[in-house]
């Protein structure tokens, strides 16, 4: 009998108020889905990368951010929330939830510091548990617009997670895992990750960017192949 390969070790490198990470999550995990026929599969792990990390509690208005950051026009940033929204419904499967990008000219963006210790929390739970959050966490943000360093959104996403609230409500008071998260974060900037999504495949293949599902697919292809 033959032995089933071993899944390939995937690092989600994400922030969890970028967009194409959004994107990218879905493109990989519908890539994975087509896979799994063919006996390719994989452990996804979400590790920390900060876009805004010295951001203010209170955050920053989007179309503020977008303009200062990288000099787009309020237009310009508006037409790239709609090809962002299309994208993200397109990439998350039609299972009845999909998602819905809901960010308009007056959304804010936040310091992500407090959500990747409760991501570090989770994943230490289980994998599944740490993919829930994940997608929690995305929903908060994107299609709720609530303030992500407020520990009620945070414990919230934690609940509608299927987490402990009480622990998640710990965990954020008590500064739990910051250390790891900082540690984490170096550690992937010592690699080379300046942007998100990074998708790391067996600790030496990059796949960047929000990729489509067909991207996904090829590359993991070719790398389970290689692996």
Excluded at 44 to 59: K, R, V
Excluded at 60 to 81: F, L, V, W
Excluded at 140 to 155: I, K
Aim: negative net charge; contains cysteine.
């Amino acid at each position: 009998m033959t032995a089933s390969p071993k899944p390939l070790q995937i690092d989600f490198v994400s922030d969890v108020v970028c967009p194409w990470c959004v994107v990218g999550l879905g493109g990989l995990e519908t890539a994975l889905g087509a896979l799994a026929a063919k006996g390719i599969t994989a452990e996804i792990h979400f590790q920390p990368f900060e876009l805004n990390p010295d951001m203010a509690p209170e955050g920053e208005n989007i179309t503020e951010h977008i303009g200062r950051k990288y000099g787009a026009t309020p237009d310009q940033s508006a037409k790239n929330r709609t090809m962002i929204r299309d994208r993200a419904a397109e990439a998350w499967p039609d299972d009845g939830k999909g998602f819905e990008m809901r960010m308009g000219p007056d959304s804010r963006i936040w310091n992500t510091f407090d959500a990747h210790r409760l991501l570090h929390w989770a994943g230490m739970i289980g994998r599944a548990e740490q993919r829930a959050l994940k997608e929690a966490l995305f929903r908060a943000h994107f299609t709720d617009n609530h303030p992500l360093p407020d520990a009620d959104v945070l414990a919230g996403a934690a609940e509608a997670a299927g987490l402990d609230r009480a622990e998640a409500e710990a965990v954020l008071a008590d500064g739990r895992h910051a250390a790891e998260v900082r540690e984490a974060e170096a550690l992937w900037r010592s690699r080379g990750i300046t942007g998100v999504p990074a998708v790391v495949v067996e600790g030496k293949w990059l796949i960047s960017g929000g990729q489509p599902a067909a991207v996904f697919e090829e590359a993991l292809r070719k790398i389970a192949g290689e692996a």
